[in-house]
């Protein structure tokens, strides 16, 4: 729990030494934390999971309060929940969640001089030369190459099929994917994305039928 709570301080301090580098909100009765989360909807699991942290963290310092605010898995609603976080000027930080809810956010980020910390963020590129917004996450274009030699190195395969996310996360996990495993001699055969929170074991099937019999490799990106 500790080890939860010096993360936490430090965080804090990172963000507050921002701000303090050019931020024109004010926070006149003491600075507040907003979380922009899908805490319901196709991506709750993620947002829940990024919530119970931050709760973990604050509850060893209370001393900074945390508004949690439920977008819904919705990019839209993302947007209204960052855009109320921007009228408080208690808060000059926000916590948000996934690519497709976090992307959409950064420009209001860069415009209001408001930090946006992205977590479960992982499309490339992602916080681009904005200085207002920042991320922990491994992006794809580390993850997917590892994944392209152990294919071809460990499992033989030849032949393989993409099924992603239909967002900037999975998408782009495709398509580094695909680059890595042809430039080691494997060929990508089929490629189709599912919508979030949908099934995708209908494609899975049909994308089998085209590898038989070589080996199939099919990376399904969730997050």
Not at 43 to 62: F, I, K, N, S, T
Not at 123 to 136: A, H, L, T
Request: net charge neutral.
């Amino acid at each position: 729990m500790k080890k939860h709570a010096f993360y936490f301080r430090a965080f804090l301090l990172l963000m507050l030494a921002v701000m303090g580098a050019g931020c024109s909100k004010k926070a006149p009765t003491g600075p507040a934390i907003g979380a922009d989360l899908p805490l319901s909807g196709s991506m709750a699991y993620y947002g829940q999971e990024v919530r119970r942290g931050m709760e973990l963290a604050h509850a060893e310092d209370p001393s900074i309060p945390i508004d949690f605010e439920d977008n819904h898995s919705n990019a839209r609603d993302a947007v209204t929940v960052f855009t109320k976080f921007v009228s408080d000027e208690n808060i000059p930080v926000v916590v948000s969640a996934n690519s497709p809810l976090s992307a959409p956010l950064r420009p209001l980020a860069s415009e209001n001089k408001i930090v946006l910390l992205a977590l479960v963020t992982g499309m490339s590129n992602f916080p681009g030369e904005n200085p207002w917004v920042f991320r922990d996450s491994i992006t794809q274009t580390i993850e997917s190459p590892p994944l392209a030699s152990y294919a071809i190195e460990k499992l033989q395969a030849k032949r393989a099929a993409t099924l992603v996310v239909n967002d900037d996360y999975g998408l782009d996990g495709a398509a580094t994917f695909t680059s890595a495993f042809q430039k080691l001699g494997g060929t990508v055969v089929a490629k189709d994305t599912f919508e979030t929170g949908t099934r995708a074991a209908a494609f899975g099937a049909g994308a089998g039928l085209h590898l038989r019999p070589g080996r199939s490799l099919q990376p399904a990106a969730t997050g």
